[in-house]
């Protein structure tokens, strides 16, 4: 899937598509079939003490490429004392990957791992891929993406709006839910709270405890008969049920066949977009996925934002 088919990239960026010709897509199993495939030398930042890069096997061969990998220095890490550091420093990731004059020539280090089909590469000096940078850091703290002030979020992720296909289709989505009449007319919306709910995460309590607690420690807040879409990847029925019974929506993607009509994508993109339109959010405690959503709604809305704690599933509000 385009990454600027969900976002609004122009002047932003080259994607993939603008590097490399690609095939039309054939389908959701191999949206991408790649008949010539390029051998590129790639950057791994995973900790020391691990021996195998990140190697996403079927997204990489969808992007028509042979990579194999070499280690960033240790002295690119937050702590290069200890073998365990997952988190790598960005200026100093930008200062060895930049091509003229690198901190460290990449041909003189050691690869750590070659690619499936057995070639060794160092990294390539026009374009520069990583197999994760989940763990990247201005350099002031580490996991610094769970605080507003990261840059990560205020120089690149605020502005990464959804395009208005994206933002539209969420809407007709939530239009369906609310049981507005007409799906299909471009009706305001309804202000409303989206709540996000890992299931993983809540697995040790009920469902109804949760509903209580949400509803005890909001309803002095809220004004005005408020719409509540809750999404979660729950499967169990008697959740879904007991989300209905509560008078709370939800996009039931199976009933509309997302995935049959759109692709393996878009159901959680749906969800992404629909919360990003809230006045209010209440999400997982530790879920990066509410954690974007979070900020979406406090920067893009001015919405009010309430998290739910995983050990003990009381609703406080986020200082962070």
Known sequence: LPFGDIFNL?????????????????????PYPTAEIEDIGCWTTRKESLSEPVRAEIIVRQLGVDASFTRVPVDV????????????????VAALIYPLNP??????LQALASSPNGHWLSPDKHLTCFDSLYYATSGSRQFEWEYSWAPAWRLVGRHLTFTDTMKELGRTYLRWAFNITDPWTS???????AVHI????FSNFSM?????????NIAHDIMFDTHIPLLSDEISPSFWDDVRKRGWFHANHVEVQTLEIYGEWHPPLIDTIIQSLAIGFVGTEGSTYSLVSQRRVEDWNGGVVRIVDRAMPQISLQYK
């Open 10 to 30: 122009n002047a932003f960026r080259l994607e993939w598509r603008d590097v490399k010709q690609l095939p039309a897509p054939s389908g959701f199993a191999n």
């Open 77 to 92: 890490r937050f702590d290069p004392s200890t073998l365990q550091e997952d988190h790598i420093i960005l200026p100093k």
């Open 103 to 108: 901190s460290v020539a990449p041909e003189t």
């Open 187 to 193: 009706l305001d919306l309804p202000p409303f709270i």
């Open 198 to 201: 890992r299931h993983g995460d």
């Open 208 to 216: 109804s405890l949760l509903c209580q607690i949400f509803l005890e």
